[in-house]
């Protein structure tokens, strides 16, 4: 396959499953040989179609003589795919677009869909100028900060008329969730926010201390060709390029795992020691498990509870992969997870969240995403804070972590707790905004007085 076919594929199961792109990508690079560069062209294919479809979609509309409702969703895919290229990619001849995407249609045991996606196309390749500028405008679609390309017809909202409505339609966000930073944050942080998110998400590993150093990775991935850097954080390091993580060089040996910077940070803050007891309250996939006990030096015991059994596989095999021998796993039920009046020194409590913080990894939660799910996950996080404090040792420490940049799931839901809760003490709190260096979130450290 190649990849654009690849990309048609996922994006019609993501668009009638909607699955993770990431894990279907996953799948199908491990199914298909494909050279370093098709891959990364898949994965951009993928992800970008999927973060900027409401842009495609106002860019396709006046090239389409009917509503795009009305357009069956294998062909309206297509013409996603074109369009991305079209607009976003450079470096692309446009008669090569056009003819891959038609063909695209063939292949697909579609050729009726052939005329119409070619006419398409055709006419929106018409439209995308070689012109730029570096403001916004209701013909000018954001690529990156400070670039703007010109598409003719206006197909925009006018930013100086509307420029909330401007920014949804440009950056294809959900109106309710910018509207939600535009308040809290201004337009200059929301601009930001749009163009970091819509970027590819850079991939930054997380090395295996119990198996090697960092000095040793970057050595052997430098010799395999492979761009890496050091990152902030002495486990840390990231790749300028994409990558497909099972064929690095040092996987199969367990010497790292994937892992954003701000997630190691929540186990650095948890500060685990060797010989301690430690709880991973809500575990799978295990990136965070990991890290606990490559901290603790394979010394003590940590216990991984999730209510997903087969997910709970997952942190079984990063455990076999990366050598770690002192994790238990525990299936725990959703709404009971009391684990029998146990006690522990170390608490890492990773709740599940809106995942705003990392939209430009996961780019199919900016349309799954509802203004109630907020609320109702701040509930859920809140109960599973106050289980988790029951559950710790005097003199202990917890770490409340998510990967969400909404107050309500963050410092409020630690609030709310330490009303409840006396004898503990809110010791410290870390913002991790997206893009300064990486994932957005949010850690808090407690601890109870002995």
């Known amino acids: 396959m190649t990849s654009r076919e690849v990309a048609y594929d996922i994006l019609q199961r993501w668009q009638t499953r909607r699955r993770r792109a990431a894990r279907l990508l996953e799948e199908r690079f491990s199914q298909t040989e494909l050279a370093a560069d098709e891959r990364a062209l898949a994965t951009e294919l993928v992800h970008g179609v999927i973060r900027r479809r409401d842009t495609l979609t106002a860019l396709l509309k006046p090239h389409v003589n009917r509503p795009l409702s009305q357009v069956e969703p294998g062909a309206l895919v297509l013409l996603w795919l074109g369009a ?19 063909a695209l249609a063939k292949r697909a045991g579609k050729p009726q869909w052939t005329g119409f996606v070619n ?99 970057l050595e052997t991935l430098r010799e395999s060709q492979i761009e890496a850097r050091p990152g902030l954080l002495p486990e840390a390091v990231w790749l300028d390029e994409t990558a497909f993580v099972r064929r690095l060089p040092g996987f199969e040996a367990g010497w790292f795992a ?12 948890l500060d685990p020691q060797p010989g301690q007891r430690v709880l991973d309250m809500c575990a799978a996939p295990g990136g965070k498990t990991t890290h606990l006990a490559a901290l603790m030096k394979n010394e003590g015991q940590i216990v991984a509870a999730d209510i997903d059994g087969d997910r709970l596989k997952r942190v079984e095999e990063s455990c076999r992969r990366l050598g770690v021998k002192i994790v238990e796993t525990r299936v725990v039920p959703r709404h009971d997870i009391d684990l029998a009046g146990e006690q522990f020194d170390r608490i890492l409590l990773d709740v599940p969240c809106s995942n705003t913080g990392v939209l430009g990894k996961r780019p199919e939660v900016r349309w799954r995403l509802r203004p109630a799910d907020i609320t109702d996950l701040a509930g859920l996080q809140t109960r599973l804070l106050g289980s988790a404090c029951a559950k710790l040792t005097p003199s202990g420490r917890l770490v409340y972590s998510t990967c969400s940049v909404e107050p309500e799931e963050n410092r409020a839901a630690v609030d709310a707790v330490l009303r409840e809760q006396s004898d503990f003490t809110l010791v410290k709190e870390v913002h991790h905004i997206p893009g300064q260096p990486g994932d957005g979130g949010y850690q808090a450290l407690l601890e109870k007085r002995g």
């Open 84 to 102: 991305y290229q079209l607009v976003f990619l450079s470096g692309i001849p446009t008669y090569a677009v056009v003819n891959e995407t038609t």
């Open 119 to 217: 006419a398409v196309l055709r006419a929106l390749a018409r439209a995308v100028t070689d012109d730029f500028t570096d403001t916004p405008a209701a013909s000018a679609v954001p690529l990156a900060p400070g670039r703007f390309r010109i598409v003719q017809g206006s197909p925009l909202p006018d930013p100086s008329r509307d420029w909330l409505e401007y920014f949804v339609a440009a950056f294809s966000f959900p109106k309710w969730l910018a509207e939600r930073w535009l308040t809290r944050s201004g337009e200059s942080e929301l601009m930001r926010l749009g163009f970091w998110f819509n970027l590819p998400a850079r991939l930054c590993l997380r090395v295996n201390t119990l198996q090697t150093t960092r000095e040793r990775l």
């Open 258 to 269: 994937v892992q954003d910077e701000s997630a190691m940070a929540a186990a650095h803050l």
